[in-house]
T-cell receptor, first 110, second 110 residues
């Protein structure tokens, strides 16, 4: 089993729709969780950290479910500019390295 | 301000040739530094990480090596490139438990 798993997609949704991704992790001792956005041929950029209480940044909401060992990202009122690959990342308790999922491709259509 | 630089941005090398990719950071001291590779359409593979000068941890056995000659410099090398070394090489560092990436080097081995 991979340490961090994501549905590769692609998710193809109309503009204005709400879309959600999940990401599962295998190490129950994981401490830190993140969502990154990666545009084509660019480096990943930190979208948001995921806190135990969940957090929201504008149209983006991230949640952590420790019992089921997954994190989620919800995008409301999706825009064309949201088209990208979304990577989840998990840091084990050692905090020496962060493990990334393979990413979920999102395509927003007009 | 804190920034991370990588060069070159793109590189085309013949099989069997040597490689040297450089990553430098500004605006902090003693950062944890990381080298990742992303093959076309694939996830991020952690190659090496370093917690200080001369300290290198290798994640995946391969024909690549890394060195950290100075606090803010991290170098990825190979004596003889293979076709399978083609990919997008990303340097990253951790700031306040969040990981940030450099702009990357796109390497094509022919």
């Amino acid at each position: 089993r991979k340490e961090v798993e994501q549905d590769p997609g692609p998710f193809n949704v109309p503009e204005g729709a709400t879309v959600a991704f999940n990401c599962t992790y295998s190490n129950s001792a994981s401490q830190s969780f993140f969502w990154y956005r990666q545009d084509c041929r660019k480096e990943p950029k930190l979208l948001m950290s995921v806190y135990s209480s969940g957090n929201e940044d504008g149209r983006f909401t991230a949640q952590l479910n420790r019992a089921s060992q997954y994190i989620s990202l919800l995008i409301r009122d999706s825009k064309l500019s949201d088209s990208a690959t979304y990577l989840c990342a998990v840091a084990p308790s050692s905090a020496s390295k962060i493990i990334f999922g393979s990413g979920t491709r999102l395509s927003i259509r007009p | 301000s804190q920034t991370i630089h990588q060069w070159p941005a793109t590189l085309v090398q013949p099989v069997g040739s040597p490689l040297s990719l450089e990553c430098t950071v500004e605006g902090t001291s003693n950062p944890n530094l990381y080298w990742y590779r992303q093959a076309a359409g694939r996830g991020l593979q952690l190659l090496f990480y370093s917690v200080g000068i001369g300290q290198i941890s290798s994640e995946v056995p391969q024909n690549l090596s890394a060195s950290r000659p100075q606090d803010r410099q991290f170098i990825l090398s190979s004596k003889k490139l293979l076709l399978s070394d083609s990919g997008f090489y990303l340097c990253a560092w951790v700031i306040a438990e969040e990981q940030f990436f450099g702009p990357g080097t796109r390497l094509t081995v022919l």
